[in-house]
């Protein structure tokens, strides 16, 4: 049995993207899939992660002329590590170049997409054609090679596309969108979620026919990943973040919670806040402007098993959503910091998803992304209780594997099912 996968995310790009993908190709092929990876041509981009690479896919790369791309080529300076460029283009400069285009910003590479996926399928049978998504007008490649070839087509929606209440395309964009979108769905043979939010609001918003055709796939985390990790207790007070923040997320109600209990000398002795990643601009003017810049410390992006370990080695690890987020916003991460049965300082929505989740494997840390005293309190519960060995959860069902042998079993069913 054999798979055209298509993302546009895949190593030597980093990222929960990269993440989800290396991990679903890797299972599935350890399953007995034969898969064929179409994406683009390395851009430029804040997250490399040389590690993720799999060598044992067969990786086809597809020159692009998206903004990602562009910027690579721009990019005279090739001793500057990669992702300088972009993460140093302001925000607004990047929503304004993201609102030119039709669908998303990364369409410029669906001619070079659909073009590769034609000639690799006038040499190769496919039984099935994988599309994750985002940029969700990878989708429309699918759509069309599907539709040409009678080849089904499955569709990964690793997030929110139009019912995103931070969609910010605007006009004819959003209408063209909403209107692709609800092709694409219908049109899939599977409709995969990365959540159940996502899952229930897509049947919401797009018609009851879902639910029968559609299957939650958490990120989950990796067992083998943790083999040989030990998770140790540090001296210091080491509150640890992984991954971007951006769109409408921030710590800065939270470095105004650490001032004011620095100014209460509520903090434990030699308290850290470690960032680890790539921050754009603003990020980096919101620490300038937190008044405990002194506490925090920026640390590059680490290759993925390290992250795991200085995971292991923190105190106690950030979580941050934005209460405006819609109910089935879960970051990645979330899954990882579930295996570390480390605290959880979870900054996100009550009554959502990340809660519901968070407090059905024990953590009751949590408070609100905008609330300064919310989040003041909470950390003050959490410094009283430092040391106290809590029963934190991470049920087996929810890692990578057991989710991705849920998917290969519907893969299957759509392999073997009587054509019509």
């Given at each position: 049995m ?16 990269a993440?989800r ?21 390395d ?6 992660d ?8 067969s ?39 993201r609102r ?7 369409s ?10 034609k ?34 087509y ?27 979108e609800?092709?694409?769905l ?6 995969v ?6 899952r229930?609001?897509?049947a ?5 026919y ?7 796939v958490?990120?989950?985390w ?10 140790s ?23 105004a ?34 008044g405990?810049?002194?506490?925090i410390?920026l640390?590059e992006q680490?290759?993925h ?5 200085s ?26 910091y579930?295996?570390?049965?480390k ?22 840390y949590?408070?609100?992304?905008e ?36 998917l290969?079993?519907r ?10």
């Amino acid at each position: 049995m054999r798979i055209l996968y298509i993302s546009y995310f895949y190593p030597p790009l980093g990222g929960p993207a990269a993440l989800r993908n290396t991990a679903v190709v890797k299972h599935l092929r350890a399953s007995g899939w034969e898969i064929d990876v179409l994406t683009v041509r390395d851009p430029e981009y804040n997250y490399h992660d040389e590690s993720l690479e799999d060598m044992a896919s067969s990786v086809i790369r597809v020159p692009s002329l998206d903004p990602m791309s562009i910027l690579k080529k721009l990019r005279f300076n090739k001793a500057k590590s990669a992702g300088t460029l972009y993460r140093q283009t302001p925000e607004s400069l990047k929503l304004k170049l993201r609102r030119l285009f039709p669908l998303d910003d990364k369409s410029p590479w669906l001619p070079f997409l659909i073009r590769s996926a034609k000639q690799l399928m006038a040499k190769q049978k496919y039984d099935l054609i994988y599309v994750s998504c985002g940029p969700f007008s990878s989708g429309l490649a699918a759509w069309k090679l599907s539709r040409s070839s009678g080849i089904p087509y499955v569709y990964d929606a690793r997030d929110y596309w139009t019912l995103l209440s931070d969609y910010q395309l605007q006009g004819w964009s959003r209408q063209l969108s909403r209107s692709w979108e609800a092709r694409i769905l219908k049109a899939a043979a599977l409709v995969v979620t990365a959540t159940d939010g996502i899952r229930e609001d897509l049947a919401d918003g797009f018609g009851a026919y879902l639910p029968d055709k559609s299957l939650t796939v958490f990120n989950g985390w990796d067992e083998d990943e943790f083999q040989g990790l030990e998770a140790s207790e540090p001296e210091d007070f080491i509150l640890s973040y992984y991954g971007n923040i951006y769109a409408r997320r921030s710590l800065s109600a939270f470095y105004a919670a650490v001032s004011k209990l620095q100014r209460e000398n509520a903090l434990p002795p030699n308290t850290r806040i470690r960032l680890y990643g790539s921050f754009n601009r603003e990020v980096l003017q919101e620490i300038a402007s937190s008044g405990i810049q002194a506490l925090i410390e920026l640390i590059e992006q680490l290759p993925h098993r390290e992250a795991l370990q200085s995971m292991l080695n923190s105190s106690v690890l950030l979580l941050v959503i934005n209460s405006s987020s819609p109910r089935g916003t879960l970051t990645s991460k979330v899954f990882e910091y579930l295996r570390t049965r480390k605290p959880i300082l979870a900054m996100v929505p009550a009554h959502k998803e990340a809660a519901k989740l968070l407090n059905s494997c024990n953590h009751d840390y949590l408070c609100a992304m905008e609330s300064v005293d919310g989040i003041a309190q909470t950390l003050r519960r959490l410094i009283s209780e430092r040391g106290i060995k809590k029963d934190y959860l991470c049920p087996v069902e929810l890692s990578r594997k057991a989710q991705i042998s849920r998917l290969e079993a519907r893969l299957s069913e759509l392999v073997h099912q009587p054509k019509k």
